[in-house]
């Protein structure tokens, strides 16, 4: 079956559609983007050792040569945005990140990382992406996940927590043929696996909210057997490389996201390359979403409560002598938070 068209196949596969920019997600998920970029080797300043003539930069989303640079002028990402009412998973497969905050937080993450930032009441963060290697090119990859927060904690107080890839739990699957899945549980569990915890105040933070991120890894034609989840689940999973993968009965032969019976054990095949699936599911909120941009609350009325807050307090202010902030090229992987406390991930770590 092509995955060009939207079609409703049952049981398992409750529906098919194409992958966009971003993703389409369902409730307790707000936002799903993966970024892929092929950047060149870096500058002295770590930004692209390219020409940026013809990009409309500040506002460069086409991909041109490979990449884009986002909102950076110098180095590619995200400079100083606000947020407020939800939390962002952010899952490092290539490359690294540059984080900062306005409560005086920062970070550097990279490949296999990943960082779970509870935005809550609100806070300003910088998310910026340093082109570290000066004689090789410099790929990024990663998925940014947006997760809701329940109204009863819309005003949780800001937080982030650093899973370090050695903490991020993997599992390698054999099929009957010897073929392998490698399962990283980002969130949730596989079987006897259990994710890092999450922050606090996080909706995946309960267990009975079924809340799973994963990434699967197939090797050609490997079989992997998806377990089946609670019943009430939103559950989807999203085929983004590889030429073919085969679920449960049907066959997709373009990259796709299949909205899954939460009920059903889904049979997995991949193609002749083998397949990354992204897999997001949870139980739904279920409450009304009114979003503004980065904030996402209940009613209009708080929406407007968001932007007269951030203009009044700019959510702690914004710490930093720019909005952009990236720390040394030889800076290795490590997380200050906000009570002072530093968590060194990568002591020796020079690029």
Known sequence: MSARTIETHAPAVLAVAPLG???ETADPFLFCVHHLDRYPQGNERMGPE????????????????GFRMYHGEVVPGFPQHPHRGFETVTIMRQGF?????????TARFGSGDVQWLTAG????????????????????ELFQIWLNLPAADKFAPPHFTMLWRDAVPKRMVRD?????TRVTI?????????????PPDSWAAQ??????????????????DLPSARAGTNRSIYFFRGRGLRVADRELDAHARAMLDPLAAVDLQAGDDGADILLLQGKPIDEPVVQYGPFVMNTQAQIGEALRDYRRTRFG?????????????ERGRFARHADGRVEEADRDSAG
């Open 97 to 105: 990140v540059d984080h900062a905050d306005s409560l005086g937080a």
């Open 176 to 180: 009957a043929n010897g073929r392998e």
């Open 317 to 329: 202010g914004w710490p930093w002598d720019r909005d952009d902030p990236v720390h040394p090229r």
């Open 207 to 224: 267990p009975e909210h079924d809340v799973a991120i994963w990434t699967l890894a197939l090797a050609p034609h490997a079989r992997f």
């Open 50 to 65: 390219a020409s940026l003539a013809g990009r409309n930069l500040g506002q460069d989303f086409t991909v041109k040569d």
């Open 121 to 140: 009441q609100g806070i300003v963060h910088s998310e910026m992406f340093p082109l570290r290697e000066r004689g090789e090119p410099n790929p990024l």
């Open 186 to 198: 980002v969130a949730g569990r596989y079987v006897d696996t259990i994710a890092a915890s999450p």
């Open 21 to 23: 920019f971003p993703w």
